[in-house]
């Protein structure tokens, strides 16, 4: 494992209780950084808290209750955040997938559902930690976007929508903070096998598997490693750019 350097910092993780969140948290605490979850599930944040603290004892875990589709539980849960300590990172990995179907037969709540988690919830963080950072004239913020943004996966329709705007929106973002010594990017993952699985069907995981070149799902220590990078003061000349974590799928 190369060393990262984000010792004295404080990072807001979304989704940060399992999956991708919880490696990059993971990632972090081992770079010297502090971590607070952001999580709906509180049993799930409480366990993630344990059994990282388990591996990294002296490192601080702290973690709020929010639901990020909800604009006023993330204004709530910035505020409770900031009182713990002024947050340096926010990486935004709270996500859905949605059904597996084509664009005909996709339920319109399931559509909104997808959108008010992956789009509008993402918004609501960048939108209320950015100002906090933009004050401090520090910050970095990278967002889990995906392949699928690039690409568009049939019987995937809001899910790839979601995430081709969660693109744009970092794109927008780092050219409106470029100025400040905020920096935005996000990351393309292709499948990586997490319990996100669970809410796909197997030919849809197996569609995944046979578009990557390299014939493997990514690891989430992969994107981790790639993630805290971004969250570096080494990351500082690029900002509303895309990085792919593909597996050669996609590399524009």
């Known amino acids: 494992m190369n060393q990262l350097d984000l010792k004295g910092r404080h990072a807001v993780v ?4 399992t999956g991708l969140g919880y490696a990059i948290a993971k990632r972090m605490l081992a770079s010297g950084g502090e971590v ?32 990020v589709a909800s604009h ?18 926010l990486v935004n990995c709270a996500g859905i997938t949605g059904p597996n179907t084509k664009v ?13 988690v992956n789009v509008n919830g993402l918004f609501y ?22 392949v699928a943004g690039k690409d568009g996966n049939p019987n995937a329709s809001a899910y790839s929508a979601s995430k081709a705007a969660v693109i744009g929106l970092t794109k927008s973002l780092g050219k409106e903070l470029a100025d400040s010594g905020v920096r935005v990017n996000c990351v ?9 699985f669970d809410q796909m069907s197997a030919e849809h995981i197996q569609f995944m598997l046979s578009k990557i070149p390299m014939a493997r799902f990514g690891l989430p ?5 790639m993630v805290c990078w971004l969250c570096t003061e080494d990351c500082s000349f690029s900002t509303g750019a895309v990085f792919d974590l593909s597996g050669g799928r996609a590399t524009y």
């Not at 005909?104 to 008010?116: I, L, T």
């Not at 401090?136 to 913020?141: E, H, K, L, Q, S």
């Not at 393309?188 to 996100?196: Q, R, S």
């Open 104 to 116: 005909w037969d996709y339920p319109v709540q399931a559509w909104r559902d997808v959108m008010d």
């Open 221 to 225: 220590e992969e994107v981790a490693a």
């Open 125 to 146: 963080c960048c939108k209320e930690l950015s100002a906090h950072m933009r004050n401090r004239a520090f910050g970095r913020i990278v967002n889990i976007a995906s």
């Open 188 to 196: 393309t993952p292709a499948a990586v096998k997490t319990a996100i």
């Open 14 to 17: 979304t989704g940060g209780a």
């Open 72 to 89: 006023e539980s993330v204004v709530q849960a910035t505020h409770q955040t900031e009182a713990i300590k002024a947050v340096d990172i």
């Open 36 to 67: 607070t979850l952001w999580d709906r599930e509180a049993s799930s944040m409480a366990k993630a808290r344990e059994t990282l603290l388990s591996e990294y004892p002296n490192s601080k875990v702290n973690t709020v209750h929010v639901d």
